[in-house]
């Protein structure tokens, strides 16, 4: 995240010597990004942090690809998704090209046995149902519906659920993932056009120390394998870091809509960004209020970009027949509008209710075979009278 944090104790000056009590030394890790370019943060530790004791199994979870080149128009039923025990194993890719991959997930339990570290992507978490608490390296974060959590890679985590009944929509993305940059001064400072602003963005304010030696389990994503990796220490053995580079929550609910008097694009719900794909909020709001406004969007065509629309709650004013947990992709190279009907239906509307999340690539999706299995193969016609 674009902003300084510090949790724990830290020495006054960066790189000198810090004494634990007994007067050995803590062990300092620089954590960067973009080689030494990118965010950063600086932690420390109990143990050293590359006791590695042992590599055990190592298996591919790259998904299977069910349409490699897809022109069609589908509409998936999340909520189809089946609910699995382990979270590793409940994460279903839908929909992938080689900047991101969306994911659909129902764990029941949470990750008891092992941590999970995820080097390939930053992991964009939305949770759709379910409570908990996100347990990291760097600190602990409480979850609810409606959170965005944003878990940089490489960080290490496991992720505690309240209850089983739990719904995750999560991007990985093999691109960082930053607030938009037109929201940013030029000292990174949210400016005030702003949908939110950094009282919204939640940083871990509690961190756990632990000083145990053993075995400790992490199951390590590095080019789509998992890797199981036995280490020596604790890996939330941290007493202390500073930087930028740690997770964080923001609610969907704290996104401030933008509106107009007439029709607003996409981008104004935008969210977060990468250099490969947008992530936008759609939020209950007032309506267009022009006297002639036409609150439905116009048919649209963005040649060169994916849409993928995750729809979260409240009733979906361009649709006829999507629900909860539904995945709308309209791919690249075909234009997309209101359903029959749609548009005379919502003149004179003046608020909607609705809460979507949008994620638009700028490279074209692959659809899985997980995808197919939840598929309503007759969504491309339903813009037919
Ligand atoms: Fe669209």
Known sequence: MPFYHKLGRIPPKRHTQFRKPDGSLYYEQLFGTIGFDGMSTNSY?????????????????????????????????????????????????????????IILAAPKQSTNSYFFKNTDADELIFIHKGTGKLRTMLGNLDFKYGDYLLIPRGIIYKIDFDTEDNRLFIVESRRPIYTP???????????????FCERDIR??????????????????KKQDDIIEMVYASHPFDVVGYDGYNYP?????????????????????????????????????????????????????SNIDSDEVLYYVDGDFMSRNDVEAGHISLHPA?????????????????????????????????MVTEEAMKIADD????????
């Not at 940083?203 to 390590?220: A, C, D, H, M, Q």
């Open 333 to 365: 190279g075909i234009p997309h509008g209101p359903h029959p009907g749609a548009t005379e239906r919502s003149i004179g509307k003046t608020e909607t209710e609705e809460l979507a999340v949008m994620v638009d690539t700028f490279k074209p999706l």
């Open 45 to 101: 530790h109990e143990q050293r942090p590359t006791q590695v004791k042992a590599i055990k199994n190592q298996y591919s979870v790259a998904p299977k690809i069910a349409k490699a080149n897809n022109i069609k128009s589908y509409r998936f039923k999340g909520f189809q998704v089946k609910p699995e025990n382990d979270f590793l194993e409940s994460r279903k890719t839908v929909l992938i090209n080689s900047d991101c991959a």
């Open 181 to 195: 940059k037109r929201y940013r001064n030029w000292f990174g400072q949210l400016l005030e056009h702003a949908p």
């Open 248 to 300: 964080y929550a923001f609610s969907i609910h704290d996104f401030e809509p933008i509106t107009g008097r007439i029709h607003q694009p996409p981008p104004v719900h935008q969210t977060f960004e990468t250099d490969a794909f947008v992530v936008c909020s759609f939020v209950p709001r007032l309506y267009d209020y022009h006297p002639q406004s036409i609150p439905a969007p116009y048919n649209h």
């Open 203 to 220: 940083r871990p304010e509690e961190l756990e120390t632990n000083n145990e030696s053993g075995e400790f389990l992490i199951k390590v």
């Open 378 to 385: 007759s969504y491309h016609t339903s813009w037919l009278d």
